[in-house]
């Protein structure tokens, strides 16, 4: 018997190994301090005695539990070769352990597959990533359904789920689910997850913010995924993450390899604002890749779309471009509607080059004036889709994915590229290539607008993973061709928001709804998983465009200011009293920009119809806090307690700015809006401080910084 371990600064993952199968899970959580001898540890794990059970007893938490083991739970490998081979037992499990690194390598000689597991857990952080490889031994070809990425424990008292469903325009939906008995799963089948957002959160009963030891898994993947949670026999929860696949999808060859993508799972003992911070900090240090190595500070943008939609007039676009510099806004994206025949969704998808009737001399003059007024150039693309109204269509309509002799399903008037075939590929790479090389573009909104349905290679098999690897490829030689590109994932808004697209990727489009309303939901699902400088978050017009709701601009901009802060509406249109007003929003983010996009604490707090995030800086020295206000109630909220300040410090508050509260104030109230006052953090902390009434549907900005 032997034990194996993983520890990052607060967690341990513990392993145990008996003869020489897969090893067992004994614990994920909290960091385990003592040496117990591994035959201690399989005595503690021995469930001797069992009654109407298996004679010998087996092993319900492996790391991946597989059928026909005794295990009658969630199987992580399911495959077979056409009704054969459909056990799987691996006897001959090596493990190799590296600091921060076990690698696991197993054989079932009865089935002929061997199977590779890598978990890594960098001891400064607490992420612990895991994924696998499967290959067939075996002289004849292995279908397989199912090879989990990840397999994680929770101890038995984790009956809560907190999951994110939603729709398009509702992303990252928060649900509570109660898990007493049974098995939840959710499976994703449409290639792109506004609806199954691929994480999920699980701790005991009623954990909230900063209470409760919850655990979080995520799958880095933006295609297809099932994730379940089932108790045990014995009460203790089992995660397993991991690709959905379709009929045949996957079959191997002999020889043939399967490789999962990554899935990780963190712990933390101080509630949900813990399992976020080290989520954010895993994926700053592990999954985001910069330009130059390091994030330079997140231009704020002026998105073209709900301000323009398909009319591209060139004066007009230019007087936008210079009424946003006026406004302090740094990156001009020039959002759909540029290319051939795009006047409507029907046509020219496909055809990446621009409209010769919107731009007779090509997006040079367009780019040019933008770029002289000192903003970024960003374009729009939707390189995965084609209109069948496309010169790319007309010419090769076989290009799609499809079944042959069934209909095609267009959505949104479009149909997807079959990118797994090179020439295709080829294709498209060329026309994004020809027009990063002819202009300083250095921004691309990467969009995918509709589902997979039925979507075939050119022999007709299941290509959706494969579509998607193809995709990752085409956005790596992208990168690589032109290294200062910066790329946004954006699949109608948030249908594409995983670790998977952000290994390629440098901001979120986190959703279509733009209404700051219903972004504070969308907003708070975001961040559990996702840090905010990725969060991109634009100031639209009132009344919104999805909803027809009428927002205060003041409203709309502080909601936008803590995340990437945008700005997607028409600037001309504003008049001088709203200029200067969100000019002041722009200068404010601009001003918290390093604290809000540095990696602090981020804490959130829900009281009486208002919520209250917070980020506080690495070293407490500095805060701020967005408290909006989302509907109005029967009760006082009670006075804010400030998470997460230095106890030891004071600090001068702040409100800002205070020239456009749609609050009334008292005399103090008025100080503390106009000149800030010192506070002590020991007093922010405990009593707090009683916020001004607020209407729904307005906003609030507080700043702290250490008082010397
Ligand atoms: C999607 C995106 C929007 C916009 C439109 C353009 O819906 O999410 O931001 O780019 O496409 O067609």
């Known amino acids: 018997m032997t034990t194996y371990r993983l520890d990052g600064s607060t967690t341990t993952l513990l392993l145990l190994?008996?003869?020489?199968?897969?090893?067992?899970?004994?614990?994920?959580?909290?960091?385990?301090?003592?040496r117990t001898p591994a035959g201690a540890v399989g005595a503690l794990r021995d469930r001797a005695n069992r009654r109407n059970g298996l004679d010998e007893d087996h092993v319900e938490a492996a790391l991946m539990p597989t059928l026909g083991t005794g295990s009658l739970r969630t199987a992580a490998l399911v495959a077979s070769r056409s009704g054969t081979d459909w056990t799987a037992e691996f006897t001959d499990v090596a493990i190799v352990a590296a600091p921060g690194a076990l690698e696991v390598t197993a054989r079932d000689p009865v089935a002929r597959l061997t199977l590779e597991i890598f978990l890594t857990l960098a001891a400064d952080g607490d992420v612990l990533g895991m994924r696998s490889v499967l290959r067939n031994d075996g002289d004849t070809p292995l279908q397989v359904e199912r090879l989990a990425a990840g397999v994680?424990?929770?101890?038995?008292?984790?009956?809560?789920?907190?999951?994110f469903d939603g729709r398009?325009?509702?992303?990252?939906?928060?649900?509570?689910?109660?898990?007493?008995?049974?098995?939840w799963a959710s499976e994703n089948r449409r290639g792109r997850s506004h609806d199954r957002f691929p994480g999920i959160i699980a701790g005991h009963r009623g954990f909230d913010e900063d209470r409760g030891l919850v655990h979080g898994v995520h799958l880095g993947w933006s295609g297809n995924h099932r994730t379940s949670a089932e108790r045990l026999?014995?009460?203790?929860?089992?995660?397993v993450t991991g690709e959905w696949l379709h009929p045949g999808e996957v079959?191997?060859?002999?020889?043939?390899?399967?490789?999962?993508?990554?899935?990780?799972?963190?712990?933390?003992?101080?509630?949900?604002?813990?399992?976020?911070?080290?989520?954010?900090?895993?994926?700053?240090?592990?999954?985001?890749s910069w330009p130059g190595g390091a994030m330079r500070p997140r231009p704020v943008t002026l998105n073209t779309w709900e301000g323009n939609y398909f009319t591209h007039r060139h004066?007009?676009?230019?007087?936008?471009?210079?009424?946003?510099?006026?406004?302090?806004?740094?990156?001009?994206?020039?959002?759909?509607?540029?290319?051939?025949?795009r006047d409507h969704e029907r046509a020219g998808l496909g055809d990446w080059w621009p409209d010769a009737r919107k731009y007779p001399d090509g997006l040079g003059p367009l780019v040019q004036a933008v770029t002289g007024l000192g903003l970024e150039f960003g374009l729009w693309v939707e390189p995965e889709m084609v209109n069948p109204d496309s010169d790319l269509y007309r010419a090769h309509p076989d290009a799609v994915l499809k079944v042959a002799g069934?209909?095609?399903?267009?959505?949104?008037?479009?149909?997807?590229?079959?990118?797994?075939?090179?020439?295709?590929?080829?294709?498209?790479?060329?026309?994004?290539?020809?027009?990063?090389?002819?202009?300083?573009?250095?921004?691309?909104?990467?969009?995918?607008?509709?589902?997979?349905?039925?979507?075939?290679?050119?022999?007709?098999?299941?290509?959706?993973?494969?579509?998607?690897?193809?995709?990752?490829?085409?956005?790596?030689?992208?990168?690589?061709?032109?290294?200062?590109?910066?790329?946004?994932?954006?699949?109608?808004?948030?249908?594409?928001?995983?670790?998977?697209?952000?290994?390629?990727?440098?901001?979120?489009?986190t959703s279509d709804c733009t209404d700051a309303l219903e972004r504070l939901a969308i907003q708070r699902g975001f961040s559990r998983f996702l840090p905010p400088e990725l969060m991109g978050a634009h100031v639209a017009a009132s009344p919104n465009h999805q909803t027809g709701r009428r927002h205060t601009l003041g409203f709309r901009a502080a909601v936008a200011a803590f995340g990437h802060m945008g700005v997607e509406l028409d600037p001309t249109g504003l008049d001088e009293q709203e200029r200067v007003e969100l000019a002041g929003w722009i200068a404010l983010h601009k001003r918290l920009r390093p604290l809000l996009h540095g990696g602090g604490h981020a804490a959130l707090r829900m009281q009486a119809g208002r919520s209250v995030r917070g980020v506080i800086s690495r070293d407490r020295r500095q805060a701020a806090f967005l408290v909006a206000q989302e509907r109005s109630e029967a009760h006082r909220a009670p006075p804010l307690v400030f998470p997460g300040l230095d106890p030891a410090l004071d600090y001068r508050l702040l409100a800002a700015p205070p020239q456009h509260l749609d609050t009334r104030l008292s005399a103090s109230q008025r100080i503390l809006f106009e000149e800030g006052l010192v506070v002590s953090g020991a007093l922010l902390g405990t009593a707090g401080m009683a916020l001004p009434e607020m209407q729904p549907e307005t906003a609030l900005v507080l700043e702290l910084a250490a008082h010397v």
């Open 233 to 239: 026999e014995d009460g203790r929860v089992l995660v």
């Open 168 to 183: 398009w325009g509702h992303e990252f939906t928060e649900r509570r689910i109660s898990l007493t008995s049974g098995l």
């Open 406 to 509: 069934r209909a095609l399903r267009t959505s949104r008037h479009q149909l997807i590229l079959d990118l797994t075939r090179p020439e295709i590929a080829e294709g498209i790479f060329g026309q994004l290539d020809t027009l990063l090389r002819a202009h300083p573009i250095s921004y691309l909104k990467w969009d995918m607008n509709r589902d997979f349905v039925a979507a075939g290679d050119a022999e007709g098999r299941p290509a959706y993973r494969q579509h998607l690897l193809a995709n990752y490829a085409l956005l790596t030689r992208l990168r690589a061709a032109h290294p200062a590109l910066e790329i946004e994932t954006c699949s109608s808004g948030g249908g594409r928001p995983d670790f998977g697209i952000l290994r390629h990727t440098n901001r979120v489009w």
């Open 17 to 34: 190994q008996r003869d020489n199968g897969l090893p067992e899970i004994v614990h994920w959580g909290a960091r385990l301090g003592g």
């Open 315 to 341: 004066d007009r676009l230019v007087a936008q471009a210079a009424a946003a510099k006026q406004l302090g806004i740094e990156r001009f994206v020039l959002d759909d509607g540029w290319m051939a025949g």
């Open 251 to 288: 079959e191997l060859a002999p020889g043939g390899t399967l490789e999962t993508p990554l899935a990780y799972a963190s712990v933390s003992a101080n509630g949900l604002s813990g399992l976020s911070r080290r989520f954010h900090d895993m994926v700053r240090r592990e999954v985001l």
């Open 152 to 163: 994680f424990l929770l101890p038995a008292d984790a009956e809560e789920l907190l999951v």
